[in-house]
């Protein structure tokens, strides 16, 4: 759990500025590590995109699919990116499947509000600074230099943008879960928080 406090003695505004909170986790990449968002299904023109992949440039096409209920991205640590899922979109669930070596990890974060607003955390002057994501995922890789940051890659929640009042607080909750053994078992427990199977999960991006 973290807590931010306004203890100044003017409300945090949109005129104003303000913070939310920001957690990820840093975890080990493998070249069969996929990272899987379950998101809500529906039209662009009511729910927005699927997924926002262009933090760091678009994201290519072996590297990330989607569907109507979900998002795969490939967390190799071979090709730097990043995704995020918007409030209208996110569950409380990013998960990731090392299929290599047998690993669940889930995200657990409370369930984004449709209408709260968000942080644009794109590394870029903000038009709609407050129309960022809930839920993202980051993998590493090699920078123009030829130098790399990892290897890693993440898994990331965010809290609303708080818009508190002097004295105000907010809690922003991140529960991390690593399942490893029995595979009959892990494959309930995705397709009870992911909504999809281990199988679904280790073929998405096979080509």
């Not at 669930?93 to 794109?122: F, H, R």
């Amino acid at each position: 759990m973290n807590e931010v406090k306004n203890t100044g003695n003017f409300a945090w505004t949109e005129n104003t500025g303000t913070v939310s909170i920001w957690l990820l986790c840093m975890l080990n990449p493998s070249p069969k590590v996929t990272v899987v968002a379950p998101i809500r299904s529906g039209e662009e023109s009511k729910l927005g995109t699927r997924v926002n992949d262009n933090y760091f440039g678009k994201i290519s096409e072996d590297r990330l699919k989607t569907t109507d209920d979900a998002v795969f991205f490939k967390a190799d640590s071979k090709s730097r990116g990043k995704i995020g899922i918007s409030s209208k979109r996110a569950t409380k669930y990013i998960g990731s499947y090392d299929a290599e070596n047998g690993i669940l990890t889930i995200l657990e974060m409370a369930q984004p509000k449709v209408d709260d607003k968000y942080v644009n955390s794109a590394w870029e002057i903000q038009e709609d600074p407050f129309s960022g994501d809930a839920i993202n995922s980051y993998n590493d890789g090699p920078l123009e230099n030829g130098g790399q940051l990892g290897p890693f890659y993440e898994l990331e929640s965010s809290s609303p943008a708080l818009f508190l009042k002097a004295g105000e607080h907010f809690e922003h909750v991140q529960r991390m879960y690593h399942f490893k053994g029995n595979q009959t078992v892990l494959n309930s427990i995705s397709k009870k928080l992911l909504s999809v199977s281990l199988e679904a999960i280790a073929n998405a991006l096979l080509q």
